[in-house]
């Protein structure tokens, strides 16, 4: 018969955590309202001009597209602390300088960059336009000995370089702005260079072993241990995964000290609880929820997935460290896809492959920085780490050039759940398969995510999907395994919107004249998917914007009227320009005529870029009639009238625009001259995508939801 002690224990441990739990929300709660009371008074009394301050940076550099951003501290003419704001000028500046500068101030906006920033604390953001005094910050032996060990790496040398030191110092300026940050990214590899728990984790294991083998005493290895995380911490800038990691350390030696046993969940949760309370924005910092969330799933689940996969047939050596490592994607997959919206494949092997090549660089460039500081000459032992740092990025890039080795994902809404929700049932269940179920649960998952990629990569349905990019063009012909991209939107949208289409590769992108928001989007689209061609209009191609230069995978091959591209069942006739043209105005846009004819239905759309009423009069002859036009210069005043509309004579209009732009599109004249043709409207900026598709031997468009 079972005894009922243990359902009663079960009981008590429940009551006990809502107890807590409870205690915790109504001061967090007060502690929270409190915080950001604080920052709105800030925000109400930092107003005027921005020279009225000064501005002392207390935040490492990160470059940008519109200049080098970091945070500082305002000061107003009487030394008082004003708030905390993010400066943008053209030059990185030290921790610890004080500047004085002509500028504006900026409120932060309703984004999700500006909400970010102001759950950092950061009220305004206040862009330079000229900086007229720097002084450099009093002494501060911790600020000044980082400096020391930054110059002794010399980050500026490499990339190599750079990778030292933002593993050892916590320094990722100089690595931000090198291919071998983007590389990592891609791998699944970026935690590794950030100063996190795995870092403290590593040097309280060498250091700890290292006393024990002298025979130091226990209390004095842990007090040791507990200084030396605490001093690592302050040395590396102070993240707050590292603080997180230190409080973690410190509890456990203090615990361990005391006769007690270390419990690793009981410490997470009294660090984050003290976050809350005391700093509750930091909790919105997303390094601080990867590693709180990959700790807290390592110590929940890391040793049953290790079970599991030396049940499957994995040796120890490689189901342990594989096991930490898929358990940390599992965690933190929900909270950085829809952040970047990308998922690393290879993530797994990456971290078998160069998790052990960091560590040795870790400690090797730790323990030979410091004879470089106090003894320049020996900077040249430096090249040891950066042999490991070589080898470390010469390994993720290998893993990185694997086909499909990091994917674009559109990660929204309760989707975003499921691994949460798998978590609470294995903590519920802990089923214990046997191994044949093991194997047929991978082979069937292995075997669902092939169909899925083998139906989008190859069996597509053809559609003409105007997609939702914003203020910006970007449409998508596709059919089966073909894909033409008309358009690369002005900014990351694109690749998001392709993303949610599920395109991994692109036989042709046609851009179709140099406006930005035409092109802007194309870095993005490059780097995401394989791009196979770049089109544009003939005499174009010698006006390649100068970003675009080192990024183009080939030479742009230039289309004149007449020219016809097939994509599956579409043919795509280039109608305009009839003439060689430079491409930078509207009126040089290539023009497409598209056409479907297939069982399941025939239809003909217009792609007209930027061109308008003028250009559109000289070509309607040529197009006939159309069933979808998408209108010229996202559906300005002049984009389209009546005698165009009689020429082509189309029974659906859609135009692309994005949610309060400033330009007014679509003008109201361009909408009101299609219902008076008796044609149906459309815009992105609405409805999201627009899939136009055959249907019942005609077409139908429909709208997804999506808009920006």
């Not at 597209?65 to 003419?77: I, K, L």
Request: net charge negative.
């Amino acid at each position: 018969m079972l005894s009922a002690a243990p359902f009663a224990r079960r009981a008590d441990y429940a009551r006990a955590a809502l107890f807590w739990a409870g205690i915790l929300c109504i001061a967090s709660s007060l502690s929270s309202a409190i915080w950001i009371q604080g920052l709105q008074r800030d925000g109400a009394s930092f107003a005027g001009s921005a020279s009225r301050y000064r501005y002392e940076v207390c935040s490492d550099a990160s470059h940008g597209a519109f200049g080098v951003s970091f945070t500082a501290e305002a000061y107003d003419d009487e030394g008082r602390r004003a708030c905390r704001v993010r400066v943008t000028a053209q030059e990185a500046f030290a921790a610890g300088d004080v500047l004085s500068l002509v500028g504006r101030i900026e409120p932060l906006d309703d984004s999700e960059w500006g909400r970010s920033r102001f759950m950092r604390g950061e009220i305004a953001t206040v862009r330079a336009v000229r900086v007229t005094d720097v002084v450099s910050g009093g002494f501060d032996p911790v600020r000044a000995l980082r400096q020391a060990a930054v110059d002794a790496i010399d980050p500026a040398r490499s990339a190599a370089r750079a990778l030292v030191a933002g593993t050892v110092c916590g320094s990722v300026t100089d690595l931000n702005q090198t291919d071998a940050s983007d590389v990592f990214s891609a791998t699944g590899l970026s935690h590794l260079v950030a100063v996190s728990g795995s870092h403290l984790a590593l040097i309280s294991a060498f250091v700890s072993k290292l006393l024990d083998r002298i025979g130091c005493s226990r209390t004095a290895r842990f007090a040791v241990v507990g200084a030396l995380s605490v001093a690592y911490v302050l040395f590396t800038g102070c993240a707050p995964s590292a603080v997180r990691s230190a409080i973690m350390v410190c509890l456990a030696m203090t615990a361990q000290g005391a006769g007690r046993r270390g419990h690793g969940i009981s410490a997470l949760a009294l660090a984050v609880c003290g976050f809350v309370l005391m700093c509750p924005g930091v909790v919105f910092d997303l390094g601080f929820q990867l590693s709180a969330m990959s700790v807290l799933f390592i110590s929940l689940f890391g040793t049953y997935v290790a079970h599991l996969l030396r049940r499957a047939g994995l040796p120890r050596a490689l189901s342990d460290p594989l096991s930490l490592t898929l358990v940390a994607q599992w965690a933190t997959l929900p909270l950085t896809l829809p952040v970047f919206g990308e998922l690393s494949l290879v993530a797994p092997a990456a971290n078998l492959v160069v998790g052990p090549l960091m560590s040795a660089l870790l400690v090797c460039g730790l323990a030979l920085v410091w004879p470089c500081i106090a003894f320049p000459p020996l900077c040249a032992l430096m090249a040891m780490p950066e042999a490991l740092a070589n080898i470390s990025i010469f390994a993720a890039e290998l893993l990185a050039s694997v086909p499909f080795a990091s994917v674009r994902v559109s990660a929204e809404g309760p989707m975003m759940a499921i691994p949460y929700v798998v978590a609470g049932a294995v903590y519920v269940r802990w089923p214990d398969p046997k191994r044949w179920q093991l194997l047929f649960s991978a082979s069937l998952t292995v075997g669902s995510c092939g169909c899925w990629l083998a139906y989008w990569q190859v069996f597509a349905p053809p559609a003409i999907t105007v997609l939702d990019v914003g203020q910006a063009d970007s449409i998508l012909v596709r059919d089966g395994s073909q894909t033409l991209l008309v358009d690369a939107g002005v900014d990351e949208a694109a690749a998001e919107a392709l993303a949610r289409n599920h395109v991994l590769q692109l036989d042709a992108v046609l851009i179709t004249h140099w406006d930005r928001d035409h092109w802007g989007g194309l870095p993005d689209v490059l780097a995401t998917v394989e791009v196979d061609r770049i089109l544009v209009a003939r005499g174009a191609a010698a006006r390649v914007p100068s970003e675009l230069l080192d990024l183009l995978p080939c030479a742009c091959t230039e289309l004149s009227a007449g020219d016809s591209i097939s994509v599956g069942g579409y043919t795509c006739d280039v109608v305009w320009p009839r003439e060689e043209v430079a491409g930078e105005e509207n009126a040089d846009s290539v023009v497409l005529d598209v056409s479907y004819a297939g069982p399941a239905g025939s239809y003909s759309m217009l792609l007209t870029g930027d061109t308008e009423v003028d250009q559109e009069l000289a070509y309607a002859d040529a197009v006939g009639t159309v069933d979808i036009l998408k209108l010229g210069h996202h559906g300005s005043a002049s984009s389209v009238d009546g005698e165009v509309l009689a020429l082509l004579d189309p029974s659906v209009a859609v135009a692309s625009a994005g949610k309060d732009n400033a330009y007014g599109h679509p003008d109201s004249a361009c909408v009101q001259a299609v219902e008076r043709h008796g044609a149906a409207f459309a815009c992105t900026k609405d409805a999201g995508d627009l899939v136009v598709e055959p249907h019942d031997g005609g077409f139908r468009v429909r709208a997804r939801g999506t808009s920006r």
